[in-house]
């Protein structure tokens, strides 16, 4: 069996000090996805270069403070990449794949466009830069899968104030036509809802600090895996950890039916 868990950390110094480590030891994990970082490497302490059992791999922002991602490998994949080949996204930190024999794994941090009307541009060009590259990847042959805080809630089942966020970004109709893209015409498998087509406030991955949200559970589904069909087909549980609270989002994890090779292995 094959378990990936992907998590926003909001700040890998926060969750540290959260106990998200050894939560993470407990979890019988193959590889963990990670995003915001929000450090730079001089910044990640000897633990959080190698922590015990698992090989770790990070691609930090140039600005401070800001953006990043990693992945916890309990295998060393055979190729690790952080580049995308575009210079202001490869520059904040948003892309590490991992590749297993036949396998790749991607840790990938969407921007956020809530705060001004120039990041919702940017997260516009982050959009369209990386869609071709996704469907590269899907056409590769490989089997795929993507853990990413997407920042955008797909469908009305995926946040609670639906009505009143169809205009904020996150849930803008550019934003939620992007994903059925990539469902429908890329050929990514939404592997959460195609195990959970229904669920609604179980689903919930991010949660605002304002108004109570959290406490009231007024969420958004803004964290999945998406994966090509072939490795899609062997998901068989999926499940938000909601117990502890490590950041403003909960950790996902999937299980697959599937072997986790290396070497080239088929």
């Not at 934003?175 to 229904?198: I, K, M, N």
Request: with cysteine; aromatic share 12%; glycine share 8%.
């Amino acid at each position: 069996m094959l378990r990936i868990i992907t998590l926003n950390l909001n700040g890998i110094r926060s969750a540290w000090r959260k106990g998200v480590l050894p939560w993470a030891a407990a979890q019988n994990a193959d590889v963990f996805c990670l995003q915001e970082l929000k450090a730079q490497t001089s910044d990640l302490g000897a633990e959080m270069k190698a922590p015990a059992g698992l090989h770790a791999f990070y691609h930090c922002a140039e600005q401070k403070g800001y953006s990043g991602v990693g992945l916890w490998c309990r295998q060393r994949p055979d190729q690790v990449y952080d580049r995308l080949g575009d210079e202001e996204f490869d520059r904040e930190g948003r892309y590490l794949r991992a590749d297993f024999a036949n396998l790749s794994i991607v840790s990938l941090y969407q921007p956020s466009g809530s705060s001004s009307e120039q990041r919702q541009q940017a997260k516009f060009r982050f959009m369209d830069m990386i869609y071709p590259r996704l469907a590269d990847l899907r056409a590769s042959g490989r089997e795929v899968i993507v853990c990413a805080d997407w920042n955008i809630a797909h469908r009305e089942i995926d946040l609670r104030n639906w009505r009143g966020n169809r205009n904020n970004s996150g849930f803008l109709p550019e934003e939620r036509a992007w994903v059925s893209r990539l469902l429908s015409e890329a050929g990514w498998c939404d592997v959460y809802r195609d195990l959970h087509p229904e669920a609604t406030d179980q689903a919930y991955t991010w949660w605002s600090n304002r108004g109570q949200a959290w406490a009231k559970n007024v969420g958004w589904r803004l964290d999945y895996q998406l994966a090509t069909p072939g490795i899609a087909r062997a998901a068989k549980h999926a499940a938000v950890y909601k117990a502890q609270r490590f950041s403003d989002h909960a950790p996902l994890t999937i299980d697959y039916e599937y072997r986790l090779q290396t070497g080239g292995a088929d």
